[in-house]
Structures are given as C-alpha cells and as structure tokens.
C-alpha cells in the first residue's frame, strides 16, 4: 500500500496547548497537503506543502517537510475546542495526480 | 474557491439494489475526478480516478463491476454500487482536480451510504 503513516493514531490535549501530527511517505511527492475532517463530514484543506518548501505557516498552523526523512509534521498552536477533528496527511507525486492519504490523528481538545 | 457538489448526501437502501452517487464540479471543468471511500474512523481509501471521456482506472482490489464509474462529461461523474450488500455500506467521498492544476483538489461533502 502506498498509504502514509501518521502518528499519533489519537492525540488529546487542553484548550490552549500545542498539538503536533506527524505523517511519513513512502514515495517521492510533488506536494504533500494537511486535510481536516469533523466527524462523518466531508474534508476541509488545510495547507499544501510543495516538495522544494521546507516550512509553511498558515495562521495557527505551522507544517514542516523533510523529504530526506519522507516525513512532515503538522503543529497547531494554541488550540482550541474546535479544533477537534481528524486530521489527515495526503501525498500528491509521481505522474498519476493521485492524493494518498495517511491513516490519519484523531484530536480531541478538552475545554 | 472551486466548489464540488455530491449528491446525495445520506442514503439508505435494501441490499441487492444499486445506488448512484453523483458529483459535479460546480464553476470549473474536470477533467479527472477521484473517487474515496472511508470506513469508520479510517482513512480515505482512493477506488478509482474517472477521467472525462474514457474508462476509469481502478485500484488493486476494487471491483471495477462493482462500482461502475461514468465520467460522461467535464463536470459530472457518477459512482454506481451494483447491487449493494451490508459490507458496500460506507462513506464515499469524490474529488475533482481542477484543469491544468496538480496541486490541489477539491471534495465534494461526501455520501454516507447505508445497505440494509
């Protein structure tokens, strides 16, 4: 399976705290994007890293990719209780133009 | 941004019938469109990619028989379960890329379909 790992598997914090995602790759990617997803609802894109970026900032959200390691880290900072979700890496590579998702962290920010 | 309508959103059906789960690309042409299912608390699973015009291409183990795929214009492409049993009984989700674009793709609100 050319599916990504992501860990945690479930991760839970206080409102207020950091929370940090991790997501390894196996195969070369042209960009690699954060997905969030509230419960048995549709997908929401976070933000999209391109294989010659390094680290990219979008408001509370700071991504990071190390195609060395085939891996990126998605941090949330100062969460909220609405960022509860599941969060979801997806790989974009090779000629197919196909998006593979990792397995995903589940986020619960207690209040 | 580029909206993708699926319809419909929840359905319900008795097993042996066949449900079609359309998807439209609202403001923009679609050359190719993805095809998702996702078990609970799972990851997206990709079945299928439905190019305009042509025959899908499915993934290893997806029953191309099964999950017809119709991609008979630039904003629309449909999925039919054939003949559905309890086990079809998922959350099917359809993204389109937009023309000239490999970058971003965008999703449709998803279909949660339940066989009885």
């Known amino acids: 399976s050319q599916q990504g790992e992501e860990d945690p598997q479930a991760l839970s914090i206080q409102e207020g705290e950091n929370a940090t995602m991790n997501c390894s790759y196996k195969t070369s990617i042209n960009n690699l994007q954060w997905y969030r997803q509230n419960s048995g609802r549709g997908l929401v894109h976070l933000i999209l890293?391109?294989?010659?970026?390094r680290e990219k900032h979008s408001g509370r959200l700071r991504v990071t990719l190390d195609t060395s390691k085939k891996s990126s880290s998605l941090l949330i900072t100062a969460s909220r209780a609405a960022d509860t979700a599941s969060y979801f890496c997806?790989?974009?590579?090779?000629?197919?133009?196909?998006?593979?998702f990792g397995t995903g962290t589940l986020l619960a920010v207690q209040p | 941004g580029a909206v993708v309508s699926q319809h419909p959103s929840r359905v319900i059906c008795k097993s042996g019938t066949s449900v079609k789960i359309e998807c439209r690309s609202l403001?923009?042409?679609?050359?190719?469109m993805f095809w998702y299912r996702q078990f609970p608390k799972q990851s997206l699973m990709l079945m299928a990619t439905s190019n305009e015009g042509s025959k899908a291409t499915y993934e290893q183990g997806v029953e191309k028989d099964k999950f017809l795929i119709n991609h008979a214009s630039l904003t629309l492409s449909t999925l039919t379960v054939t003949s559905a049993h309890p086990e079809d009984s998922s959350f099917y989700i359809c993204?389109?890329?937009?023309?000239?674009?490999?970058?971003?793709?965008?999703f449709g609100s998803g279909t949660q379909l339940s066989v009885l």
């Open positions: 997806a790989t974009l590579g090779g000629a197919t133009n196909k998006l593979i």
């Open positions: 890293i391109r294989s010659n970026e």
């Open positions: 403001d923009f042409q679609a050359t190719t």
């Open positions: 993204s389109a890329l937009k023309g000239g674009s490999n970058e971003k793709l965008f």
